[in-house]
């Protein structure tokens, strides 16, 4: 083998290690948000809010870092879930709000997902007195457009 050739190979062996550690990295990270994402999820069934409150908005952060929207827009529902039930209104609000907009740049839409967030979100509008707008938001999942994009 050429020095040239075994230069080549080096380059590449080099290559594919460093693509194959960036990949565990990714895989762990996300591993990381769905076990910090579990957490909060066994502190909210137990009602333990403040804790939920609090491992939420690490799996948030978890999930900026990742640049998934699907782990965003979760991390954000659930959050605002969190908030409503402490009755902390605006910060529900615009948790709904951030993952909603997250879950409408999205081609591919899981209607499950969605369904849960508008109940919620509309919820949250039917507490502080906005009928119309939870109506409107229901309408959402109702539509032919959604329907379809499943």
Not at 102 to 124: C, F, G, H, M, W
């Amino acid at each position: 083998m050429t020095f040239r050739k075994a230069c080549i190979l080096a380059v590449l062996c080099l290559h594919l290690l460093v693509q194959s550690t960036a990949a565990q990295n990714n895989l762990s990270a996300r591993e990381q948000w769905a076990q910090t994402h579990e957490s909060g999820q066994k502190a909210l069934e137990s009602g333990n809010l403040d804790q939920a409150e609090s491992t939420f908005k690490t799996a948030l952060t978890q999930a900026r870092g990742l640049g998934y929207a699907g782990p965003l827009a979760t991390s954000l529902h659930h959050l605002g879930k969190v908030y409503y039930l402490k009755k902390q209104y605006p910060e529900a609000e615009a948790n709904f709000k951030e993952a909603l907009e997250i879950y409408d740049e999205q081609p591919r839409r899981n209607s499950t997902v969605l369904l849960q967030l508008v109940k919620d979100y509309a919820k949250l509008l039917r507490e502080t007195g906005r009928e119309a707008e939870a109506i409107e938001q229901e309408a959402r999942i109702k539509s032919p457009e959604h329907r379809t994009a499943n």
